[in-house]
């Protein structure tokens, strides 16, 4: 059964691994399209992916170059 992990969760791994000179974070899922379906919406959409959501997030980190989504 597909599982998101929550924002905050997949966040603050980008940060710590960021802070240890990883310079790429590689996103990797079944259907990375889909994530956050799963999740309680922040505003309105439930049942909505929220993978630009994630993806704007992980823009932020300090110290990383690439955020890299595979199977899309």
């Known amino acids: ?4 992990r929550t924002l905050e969760s997949v966040l603050a791994e980008g940060k710590q691994l960021a802070s240890i ?4 974070i ?3 899922a079944q259907d990375s399209t889909a ?3 799963d999740l309680a ?3 309105t ?3 909505r992916p929220r993978i630009a959501e994630l993806m704007r997030a992980l823009d932020g980190v300090d ?3 690439w955020v ?3 199977y899309i």
């Open 1 to 4: 059964r597909f599982q998101s």
């Open 35 to 37: 994530w956050g379906k």
């Open 63 to 65: 110290g990383r170059d």
């Open 21 to 24: 000179g990883v310079r790429e």
């Open 68 to 70: 890299r989504l595979l």
């Open 41 to 43: 919406p922040i505003a």
């Open 26 to 28: 590689n996103l990797v």
């Open 45 to 47: 959409g439930a049942g």
